[in-house]
């Protein structure tokens, strides 16, 4: 695609017409807008050719970004050994892949950090996929929110206990953090249909990937720099993460909501 303004046209208009859908459309677009808005910072460009009214405004409604307060009632509602997982997603904007890979070794909870070195996805034939992050920034780690130690610390109890009434001794440090049954690896699906049913019991439509995003928006309304927001993501750049959410911040209606589960994360 030519950078110009009429390349820009004819790679959006082909992406509408045979793209994923109007709303992936406009995230796409608006990602392209960002990287050359840097690129002209930059003098790469002398303008930015994306000047197409409306292309980043997406049509289809968003899914609402659940609430901390909702975070917490669905923490109450779902089995007692996911409360940390739905916490640790929401409060630390972690994928499902990785808080399913995630091990004890990785879960520092004297210096209050989480590690993610690689993830855990399900294989087009049915088997587990263990490997590294899709990209380099996907490593990384994070600081936790006390609220989130503190549950991290139960359920390590709670793990101990049910062990040691099965004579089974305490885990190693390579234990995964969220077994499954008879403490073996969780199939994604299973994982997500387990959120699926504690979601609707509660009367909300979220998804698990639902949570990555009230992170992200508490972040945001927090006034934390995009590029400190992206890399705790696990995103390969600031722009990636302005054409996931930037609308959050120059809309109102996503900033109020956003601050409104700040002024609600538990210390």
């Not at 669905?74 to 007692?80: K, T």
């Not at 209050?112 to 088997?127: A, L, N, Y």
């Not at 994604?188 to 009230?214: E, K, Q, V, W, Y």
């Amino acid at each position: 695609m030519p950078l110009t303004a009429d390349g820009v046209r004819r790679w959006h208009a082909d992406l509408v017409s045979r793209g994923p859908g109007l709303s992936t459309a406009a995230k796409c677009y608006r990602l392209l807008r960002a990287i050359l808005n840097t690129a002209v910072e930059d003098h790469h460009l002398v303008a930015n050719p994306c000047t197409i009214r409306g292309a980043g405004t997406e049509s289809a409604p968003e899914r609402p970004v659940p609430t901390i307060g909702q975070v917490y009632e669905l923490a109450d509602a779902i089995a007692p050994r996911y409360r940390a997982l739905v916490l640790l997603a929401a409060l630390g904007g972690l994928r499902r892949g990785e808080l399913l890979a995630l091990t004890r070794q990785d879960v520092d909870l004297l210096h209050r950090t989480v590690t993610i070195r690689v993830q855990r996805q399900e294989g087009r034939s049915g088997e587990m996929v263990i490997g590294p992050p899709k990209t380099a920034a996907g490593r990384r780690t994070i600081s936790l929110a006390p609220s989130v130690v503190t549950c991290l610390q139960e359920h390590r109890k709670q793990q101990l206990e049910h062990r040691m009434r099965l004579g089974q001794g305490r885990q190693a440090d390579a234990a995964l953090v969220f077994p499954g049954d008879e403490d073996q690896p969780w199939k994604p699906d299973l994982l997500t249909n387990a959120f699926g049913r504690a979601m609707a019991s509660i009367g909300l439509p979220h998804r698990l990937h639902s949570l990555r995003h009230t992170h992200a928006s508490a972040l945001i309304a927090s006034g934390m720099d995009i590029l400190t927001i992206s890399r705790r993501l696990g995103h390969t750049s600031a722009a990636l993460t302005l054409g996931v959410y930037g609308h959050l911040i120059s809309s109102k209606d996503g900033a109020a909501a956003a601050i409104e589960a700040v002024l609600k994360l538990p210390t």
